[in-house]
């Protein structure tokens, strides 16, 4: 048998952003495995995307474009053709576009984080057709905000450095689930005598393996950093030079932090004041000293100050200094990505149509017109997203795609939640049947995906469905005609060697080791801002604190619990829930309990429980376990609904509040109380 092998690039969501070779015989990719000679991604894949041939080529792909023939949300749909279901599309969407374009939503997020089949072509289209734009908030637009409030955009250490850090502080984050690649950075840390701190309300598996483990309760994270800038103070391990030097506003933040001592940290944030003075004391005078934020941290009312507070540390102790020490968030401003030529926004021609927020979807849905939010929304278009599963406050989400009246569009690999409520299901290709580029927000390499096999089924590239709407809306400008390929160029322009991404399958960014080792950040001043003077003119506060959550523990007598939501570790997100061996693995929506807080409820373990709050209940069973705080109980998602008990998943529960940078979701600043339940009681609810 003649096998070739194809270089791509791992399209999901997770800041590792793996080198792929694919392994192909007469047509049929027989495995996925990652590239061995990308170094971040070391020839190793994780279990999800090891797993990616089965996906590929589930028995449940979708394989044809489907119309609706059941009631909205029934799920039933009948086969037609492309021309038939593009030609439909096309006419309702001109249609509705000739009252008011703004009318139409485009609804994406991350399925993919290519920069082809993301928003590319589709901008293109939306743009020229003057629909409404999307304010992606959904995951990290806080930290990120804060983050370009603070060192100036989303940028930050080297990653491989971190194999050469003394002290760890792993920030909000379970990085063997989400961020597999640095883990093991961390681990060759660990060998040669680093210490590693996890900070997370949840005893997870990384906890497990790490020194020492602050479990926090959730949304308390700017107190936390405070109090440590407090014992920096007191002690004096600052690095006055770096402080005079590269930042600005150290006088107002010495000020605020020395009213954080750690006593009052340790009030709020339920933990030791002793634990907090040793992690000052480890990371005031452990050099180099590394800390890997992650997004976990963020999804909180204050989410943004806790960043803010965060980022602030490394330019206290300069650890910038060194290239093993700082601080990542994300990389993801350090890529040169040329965005308005893959995005076109000269296509609005002068208009300026409204933003909606993804992240209120359910509310934004089942708004009527009115002249402060424009007009009602009469069609959405998904790409890349699954809504009714991942957006906060689900009953409305749902509530608001069932509308009879809404026009909707679902572009997927799968029947998902959100595409049993399609009018048009419209079938996508996998990262195996397309091309891509490919940025990474956990390393600073593109990677490029070259097709490996022809498309499965009649499935298209969301390029193509935008091509041939465009064609069929009548938009004559050339860039409708771009191929995948030359958009794959278009990504970087100059900026990338683009023979050297064909034939190697990646390229690294040339960035300097240690990048702020001479301070030079990214911000108006040059300095790392602890003061933001552009928060200041926003009216907020210019320094970071601590802002309690919208639904901290204590302020609701009937809801005593406090809900975090963290990706189950063998999904991403809501994609490889329909995987059978994946989900073999995780088996079935699970709540994790403390054993006082089950036993003050009389729930047993295994139990079928009941979580609910005003906004909503879900039913699941119930582990007693110490991966759960006192007070505090973890829904791991995130399930497709209708694989749930009662057809509902943890986002039944969650809250479209917002955080306070950012315009972000909250998804772990969320009140619940938990009651046993009958075993049958979900069952007999769905029925
Ligand atoms: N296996 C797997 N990998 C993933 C994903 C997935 O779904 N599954 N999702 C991907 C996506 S979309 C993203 S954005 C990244 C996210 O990557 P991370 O930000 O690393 O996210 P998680 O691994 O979800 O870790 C979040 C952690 O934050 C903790 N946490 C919750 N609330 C708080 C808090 O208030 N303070 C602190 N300190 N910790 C808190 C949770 O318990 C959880 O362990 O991961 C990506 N990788
Ligand atoms: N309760 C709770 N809710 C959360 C979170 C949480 O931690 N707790 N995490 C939040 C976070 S961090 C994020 S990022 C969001 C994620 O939300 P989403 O970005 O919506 O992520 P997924 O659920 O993985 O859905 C992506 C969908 O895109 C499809 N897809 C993949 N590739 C393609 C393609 O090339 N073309 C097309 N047309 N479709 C494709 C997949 O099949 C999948 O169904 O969820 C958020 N929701
Ligand atoms: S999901 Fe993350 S760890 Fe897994 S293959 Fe993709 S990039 Fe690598
Ligand atoms: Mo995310």
Known sequence: MVTTEIRGACPHD?????????????????????????????????????????RSYHPERLLTPLKRSGPKGSGRFEPVGWDQALQEIAARLQAIAARDPQAILPYSYCGTMGLVQGESMAMRFFHRLGASLLDRTICASAGGEALTQTLGGKVGMKLEFFAQSKLIIIWGSNSIASNLHFWRLAQLAKRDGARLVCIDPRRTETADKCHEHIQLLPGTDAALALALMHELILNDWLDHDYIAQHTLGWEGLRERALRWTPERAAQVCGVPAGQIRALARDYGTTKPAAIRLNYGMQRVR???????????????TGAWREAAGGLLLSSSGMFPIDKAA?????????????TINMS?????LLRQASPAFGPQVEAVIVYNSNPVAVAPESGK????????????????????????????????????????IHPSYGHTDVVLNRPAIAPVGQARP???????????????????????????RTAFGGNVDFDELLREGF?????????????????????????????????????????????????????????????????????????TSLR???????????????????????????????????FCKVQISPRARPGVVNGLGIWWRKSGLAGTNVNELTSQKLTDMGRGPVFYDCLVEVEAADASAGARRAA
């Not at 809306?473 to 794959?488: N, V």
């Open 14 to 54: 997770c800041p590792d952003t793996c080198a792929l070779v694919t392994t192909v015989a007469d047509g049929v990719a027989l495995k996925v495995q990652g590239n061995p000679q990308h170094k971040p991604t070391d020839g190793v894949l994780c279990t999800k995307v090891s797993r990616y041939v089965e």
């Open 302 to 316: 204050g989410g943004g100050n806790a960043a803010r507070a965060i980022a602030c540390l490394p330019a206290l």
């Open 360 to 364: 209120t979807i359910g509310d934004d």
């Open 342 to 354: 893959l995005q076109r926004p000269d296509l609005l021609a002068g208009r300026t149509p409204r």
């Open 462 to 488: 969301n390029t193509e469905v935008f091509r041939a709407l465009a064609q069929r809306l009548g938009f004559a400008e050339d860039c409708f005609g771009q191929t995948d390929e030359s958009l794959c």
């Open 584 to 618: 073999d693995i995780e088996r079935e929506p699970l709540l994790e309990i403390n054993a006082a807080d089950a036993s003050a409820r009389g729930i047993t373990a295994g139990a079928t429980v009941r979580v609910f709050n005003d906004r909503g209940e879900y």
């Open 507 to 579: 390229a690294p960014l040339a960035i300097a080791d240690a990048p702020f080792a001479q301070g030079g950040f990214p911000t108006a001043s040059g300095r790392c801002e602890f003061f933001s003077e552009r928060l200041a003119r926003q009216g907020l506060d210019g320094l970071p604190d601590h802002l309690p959550n919208h639904e901290a523990i204590g302020s609701s007598a009937n809801y005593p619990l406090a809900m975090i939501s963290p990706p189950a570790r063998n999904f991403l997100n809501s994609t490889f829930v329909n995987v």
């Open 397 to 436: 989400v749902v509530r608001g795609f069932a509308r009879e009246d809404l026009f909707t569009v679902v572009m997927e690999q799968f029947q998902t939640d959100t595409a049993d409520y399609a009018d048009y299901i419209l079938p996508a290709t996998t990262q195996l049947e397309h091309w891509d």
